[in-house]
């Protein structure tokens, strides 16, 4: 059974740096690339990031770019997402999920459930 | 890269079908086969409903179905059912390696 478990939110400093993990387990994690999407409250899913299932290619939306870092340990099978310097608009829940799929068609077919993050003094 | 547009809401009696549009542009809806809808129910992971436009991953009910047609994408609803009721977003792959998700629909079942 696949499955998604995403960690490391909770309250952080404006300013402050976010660590998020997504462990993954049930597959071949090294085989398929990886997202992460995000969802401020109330409001409708935003992609944030992708990586390639070698960890070699990495990709973010537009409005990221610099400003998210995503990343990979394919020998412990677990999927990262780092921002500094985090402001209020950062506060959102954040999925990892798997990307299925050949090419472009990035199918996203299993998702965690998500791990919130308050950017709150 | 701007969010897809959907409409707000939606909403049918039980057993009516629903279709929920998705616009975007050449860059993203009408440039690629690869529009994905997803169901999300509150406080809930969404869940993959249809992908490549059409196709039903395993375990979705067939009253669900995909089509597009230049740069809007639609879903459709068949037969509503009381726990069809849920948020609703489309989402495409993009130009320059990007993927964009559309503004979301909630669906009432009356």
């Known amino acids: 059974e696949v499955q998604l478990l995403e960690s490391g939110g909770g309250l952080v400093q404006p300013g402050g740096s976010l660590r998020l993990s997504c462990a993954a387990s049930?597959?071949?994690?090294?085989?398929?690339?990886m997202t992460w999407v995000r969802q401020a409250p109330g409001k409708g899913l935003e992609w944030v990031s992708a990586?390639?299932?070698?960890?070699?290619?990495?990709y973010y939306a537009d409005s990221e770019a610099g400003r998210f870092t995503i990343s990979r340990d394919n020998s412990k099978n677990i999927l990262y997402l780092q921002k500094n310097s985090l402001g209020a608009d950062d506060t959102a829940v954040y999925y990892c999920?798997?990307?299925?799929?050949?090419?472009?068609?990035?199918?996203?077919?299993?998702w965690g459930q998500g791990t919130l993050a308050t950017v709150s003094s | 890269q701007s969010a897809l547009t959907q409409p707000p809401s939606a909403s049918g009696s039980p057993g009516q079908s629903v279709t929920i549009s998705c616009t975007g542009t050449?860059?993203?809806?009408?440039?690629?086969?690869?529009v994905s809808w997803f169901q999300q129910h509150p406080g809930k992971a969404p869940r993959l409903m249809i992908y490549?436009?059409?196709k039903r991953p395993s375990g979705v009910p067939d009253r669900f179905s995909g089509s597009k047609s230049g740069n809007t994408a639609s879903l459709t609803v068949s037969g509503l059912q009381a726990e069809d009721e849920a948020d609703y977003y489309c989402?495409?792959?993009?130009?320059?390696?990007?993927?964009?998700f559309g503004t979301g629909t909630k669906v009432t079942v009356l």
């Open positions: 049930g597959f071949t994690f090294r085989s398929y690339a």
């Open positions: 490549e436009v059409k």
């Open positions: 990586i390639s299932g070698s960890g070699e290619y990495t």
């Open positions: 999920a798997r990307v299925a799929g050949s090419g472009w068609s990035w199918i996203f077919d299993y």
């Open positions: 989402s495409s792959y993009a130009d320059s390696s990007t993927f964009v």
């Open positions: 050449s860059s993203d809806v009408g440039g690629y086969n690869y």
